[in-house]
């Protein structure tokens, strides 16, 4: 069931996740494709999460924007694509490539002190190899030791790829398709804004098999959203991820039609970096229960890092 509505204000809308934003023209969406995209979001009780270029909208899309409640992703949520050397918003998105969270893996744990919410985002996980695999456990570790001296502060400050495992009990993944579903510029409906790009780019679309094609739209604000086959986004016809409790793993739907070419099916990358991140999860929680501190449901000790490596088990 859809709960969020992502709204991309411009082509040149901030890029927030995996995906870069390629398109460097700017193209604002129409003010009446604006107000029915809203309109569609009160009728379907959607939470709006606006995604904001870099430069300011003309003054009569604020009262629009302002008629429901929403996010401001590039505004309420920042963004940085490098990291900074301070951080003044509450909540902001990291996104960098594998070796720079591993270079720069102090330097982002000082900003963690700095926020209530920080966001990491890996850019490059196609490219992510095992032999990384002691030096992103290792970078998990710094941000789980400030993490730990600001709870023994009594302080708080949460990290997605640390702190997110500690307060589920089932996958709460990215949900792209699923439980939300983005409005482009054009007033049609995409999966994600990655898909937006690819069509925008002229990436073909690779499970077409009947002929080469970038279209990526799932409907339109006049037609409504239509999913092919939408069951197979959701998890219970994901085989591996159903019994999986790496339950922050972000399962990107792009990255796994990318990877895969299967929606529905992660790639070994995006699984053994989401067990890294659980496990140095599961550690933090040992030290955190240590100090007396309330930990959430114990995170049982596993000996794989990819599902799949022990499917005949399951």
Known sequence: ??????????????????????????????????????????????????????????????????????????????????????????NAVLRLPIADFISRSYDIAALIPQVKRLNICITDIEHFKDEQCEQYSKALATLSEVLLQLGKADKQAQVNILTDRLQLKHMHNCGAGDT????????????????????????????????????????????????????????????????????HCNRCVWLNQKLTWDANTPSHQQCVLAHLERNATRDLQAKMMEAGFEAGEEIKPIDYLDPFDVREEF
């Open 180 to 247: 939300n579903i983005t409005v482009a510029p054009n007033g049609k409906f995409y999966l994600c804004p990655a898909f937006y790009y690819d069509e925008k780019t002229g990436i073909s679309n690779r499970l077409n098999h009947h002929k080469p094609t970038s279209e990526r739209s799932v409907g339109d604000l006049d037609y409504g959203v239509q999913i092919p086959n939408p069951q197979l986004l959701k998890l219970d016809h994901a085989p591996l991820c159903r019994i999986c409790d790496a339950f």
């Open 1 to 90: 069931m859809l709960q969020y509505l992502v709204i991309l204000l411009d082509d040149t809308s901030v890029a927030y996740c995996h995906a870069e934003n390629p398109l460097k023209a700017r193209n604002l969406m129409p003010l009446d494709t604006l107000r029915k995209a809203v309109l569609f979001g009160m009728k379907e009780n959607l939470m709006i999460q606006y995604v904001y270029p870099e430069y300011d909208l003309p003054e009569e899309y604020h009262e629009v924007i302002e008629s429901i409640d929403h996010v401001k992703i590039g505004r309420d949520v920042a963004v940085y694509n490098e990291v900074p050397t301070a951080i003044t918003a509450d």
